[in-house]
Nanobody
């Protein structure tokens, strides 16, 4: 069982930056592939990024490539999402999630946080 708690969301102007954090409970964090997803009102949950067990491999969605960076610190049981050059279309609730397989679909992720709201004003 893994419990995930996101933080770091908020209101930011277009072009600004935010860093999201996701703290995991338990001693098995390093055995999970971690991902970030987002969901805007009226839209389906969308893959943003994922990171391998050691952090050596990352995958980012085309929509955020070059602007967002996922990273993890296994000693702190935490995964991060650095978001730069934010756009109004990045407005959504952002969720972190844990999976046993490297996937970009939400259904492959077993554990989810409660989400943190990111709002980008134009």
């Amino acid at each position: 069982q893994v419990q995930l708690v996101e933080s770091g969301g908020g209101l930011v102007q277009a072009g600004g930056s935010l860093r999201l954090s996701c703290a995991a409970s338990g001693r098995t964090f390093s055995t999970y592939i971690m991902g970030w997803f987002r969901q805007a009102p009226g839209k389906e949950r969308e893959f943003v990024a994922r990171i391998s067990l050691s952090g050596g491999t990352t995958v980012h969605a085309d929509s955020v490539k070059g602007r967002f960076t996922i990273s993890r610190d296994n000693a702190k049981n935490t995964v991060y999402l650095q978001m730069n050059s934010l756009k109004p279309e990045d407005t959504a609730v952002y969720y972190c999630a844990a999976s046993r397989v490297p996937a970009v679909v939400a259904g492959a992720y077993n554990y989810w946080g409660q989400g943190t709201q990111v709002t980008v004003s134009s």
